[in-house]
T-cell receptor
Framework: QKEVEQDPGPLSVPEGAIVSLNCTYS??????FMWYRQYSRKGPELLMY????GNKEDGRFTAQVDKSSKYISLFIRDSQPSDSATYLC???????????FGTGTRLLVSP | DADVTQTPRNRITKTGKRIMLECSQT?????MYWYRQDPGLGLRLIYY???????NKGEISDGYSVSRQAQAKFSLSLESAIPNQTALYFC??????????????FGPGTRLTVL
């Protein structure tokens, strides 16, 4: 079993939809949770950074962490075609450890 | 200018050839990483370096070697390339001195094809 599981998709939605992207993990020591966005033929870029449980909002993006269920989510409101990309979750146990990545979910937002 | 640069961006080579991928960064970060990305397998860590004198193997280091020539430069070598090393390779950096030492910044990637 992988430490971090993520549905590869693709997830296809119409413009304006609310998108929910999710990851599950098995290591209860993870405390730092990140979401990266990767456009085709580009390197991943950090989208959201959270510590421990709870919600964090940044514009149309909300990151949610449920440590009791070992489950994290990224919500995108009012999705746009420019949100079409692969979204990777990443996590680590401490602020100094290297990251463990999910395999990524490909999102397609159609106009 | 990009903070993390990788050269070459694309490379086609033949089985058995030695190839070097280079990464440079102007971010002043002390930590550097090499990953490969394959469809369905995500990002897998090959090697990482926490400073110039510290090199560590990642989960898939067999067939690869690295050199940290300076704080800003980290090279990945394939001594004898094989077709299953065809992949997208990323360099990344992170900053121990900052408040988020595990936040990684990625380069644009090198697409390597081994025939």
């Amino acid at each position: 079993q992988k430490e971090v599981e993520q549905d590869p998709g693709p997830l296809s939605v119409p413009e304006g939809a609310i998108v929910s992207l999710n990851c599950t993990y098995s290591n209860s020591a993870f405390q730092y949770f990140m979401w990266y966005r990767q456009y085709s033929r580009k390197g991943p870029e950090l989208l959201m950074y959270t510590y421990s449980s709870g919600n964090k909002e940044d514009g149309r993006f909300t990151a949610q962490v449920d440590k009791s269920s070992k489950y994290i989510s990224l919500f995108i409101r009012d999705s746009q075609p420019s949100d079409s990309a692969t979204y990777l979750c990443a996590m680590s146990a401490t602020g100094f450890q290297k990251l463990v990545f999910g395999t990524g979910t490909r999102l397609l937002v159609s106009p | 200018d990009a903070d993390v640069t990788q050269t070459p961006r694309n490379r086609i080579t033949k089985t058995g050839k030695r190839i070097m991928l280079e990464c440079s960064q102007t971010k002043g970060h002390d930590r550097m990483y090499w990953y490969r990305q394959d469809p369905g397998l995500g990002l897998r860590l090959i090697y990482y370096s926490f400073d110039v004198k510290d090199i560590n193997k990642g989960e898939i280091s067999d067939g690869y070697s690295v050199s940290r020539q300076a704080q800003a430069k980290f090279s990945l070598s394939l001594e004898s390339a094989i077709p299953n090393q065809t992949a997208l390779y990323f360099c990344a950096t992170s900053d121990l001195k900052g408040g988020r030492a595990n936040e990684q910044f990625f380069g644009p990637g090198t697409r390597l094809t081994v025939l």
